[in-house]
């Protein structure tokens, strides 16, 4: 009834949603909706949105706790990443093994290419991708970007 009798409106506010940048839309139907209507699962599809169907016995808080939890796993993997460079560099740094092995190691991480540079901008070690051979050369001299 909800959806059917205002389907245009309906349809802008899942356009706003996606809009304002939300990743899905989740739905506790036999709560609101006996079932998630076809046209808002073609809507969806159209925009690449996803549509949850949220079983009436799942809690807000059981929702929360689950996203909450593997938001916290992934923060947690990334600050172990992070803390595995700060033990490397130091390990490398420590054991004499250079500033070159360093920048590649960053280099590493950030999946990136790093350049280290002296106070004129000349290159001095620059730990790149194959596909960036040619981006800096030791000696050579980087101009600033505008």
């Known amino acids: 009834m909800f959806w059917k009798s205002r389907k245009k409106k309906n349809a802008t506010i899942i356009k706003e949603l996606i809009e304002a940048g939300c990743t899905g839309l989740g739905i506790k139907t036999k709560s609101y909706l006996k079932e998630v209507p076809e046209e808002l699962i073609e809507l969806a599809k159209e925009n690449d949105f996803p549509v949850i169907d949220i079983p009436f016995y799942y809690s807000l808080s059981d929702i929360i706790e689950v996203v909450y939890s593997r938001f916290y796993v992934l923060e947690n993997e990334k600050l172990n ?66």
């Not at 992070?82 to 390990?91: A, H, R």
């Not at 740094?93 to 540079?117: D, P, Q």
């Not at 991708?129 to 040619?134: A, E, G, H, L, T």
């Open 81 to 146: 990443a992070k803390q595995k460079l700060l033990e490397d560099i130091s390990d490398i740094f420590f054991s004499k093994r250079g500033v070159m092995e360093m920048t590649y190691r960053i280099a590493g991480f950030l999946n990136r290419t790093v350049l280290l540079l002296d106070e004129d901008f000349r290159c001095i070690y620059a730990a790149k991708k194959m596909s960036q051979k040619d981006i800096c050369a030791k000696g050579d001299i980087l101009k600033r970007l505008k």
